[in-house]
C-alpha cells in the first residue's frame, strides 16, 4: 500500500460506532440507524479487503468518495443527537438527512465493490472486464 491511498476503515469504524451509540440514546431514529449499522457492517469486510490490496485508480477514487460521506456521516449523527421529541421538524430534516446518506452509502458501496471485483478479474485473467452499475 502507498502512502497516498485512502484508508476508510478508521472512518467506517467512526461511523459505525457512532450510529450504534445513537441507536441506543435515541429512539427516535432507531429504525434508520438500525439499517445503517446493519449495511455498514455488511460492507465492512469488502472494506478491510480492499484496503489491504494494491487499488486502481478508480478503486481509490471510490474510497476517496467514500471517506467523505462518512465524515459528513459523523456529523449528521452529532446533529440527530441533539434532536429531542419536541423538536418535530428538525427530526423529519434528520431523517431526510439520514435516508439520503444512506442510500448514498449504499450506492458508493456497491460501486466499490464492482470496482474491487472487476479489479480482481483483471488481475486473474490478465485483462480488466467490463463494469456493469445498476441503478435503483
Known amino acids: 500500500m502507498t502512502g497516498a491511498e485512502v484508508l ?4 467506517l ?11 441506543k440514546i435515541n ?7 438500525k439499517e445503517l449499522i446493519d449495511m455498514l457492517e455488511d460492507f465492512e469486510p469488502l472494506i478491510k479487503e480492499v484496503e489491504k490490496s494494491e487499488n486502481s485508480e478508480p478503486i481509490q477514487n471510490a474510497l476517496r468518495g467514500l471517506q467523505s460521506k462518512m465524515d459528513e456521516g459523523q456529523t ?9 421529541r ?3 421538524l428538525e427530526k423529519r430534516k434528520r431523517n431526510k438527512e439520514l435516508v439520503a446518506l444512506q442510500k448514498d452509502l449504499q450506492r458508493r458501496l456497491n460501486l466499490l465493490s464492482s470496482y474491487a ?6 488481475r486473474n485473467t490478465g485483462v ?6 445498476r441503478r435503483e
Open 8 to 11: 476508510v476503515g478508521p472512518a
Open 13 to 23: 469504524k467512526l461511523l459505525l460506532m457512532l450510529a450504534k451509540e445513537m441507536y
Open 27 to 33: 429512539s427516535l431514529f432507531e429504525p434508520l440507524m
Open 76 to 84: 449528521l449523527m452529532e446533529k440527530c443527537s441533539k434532536v429531542t
Open 86 to 88: 419536541s423538536k418535530v
Open 117 to 122: 471485483l472487476n479489479d480482481l478479474r483483471g
Open 128 to 133: 480488466a472486464g467490463s463494469i456493469t452499475v
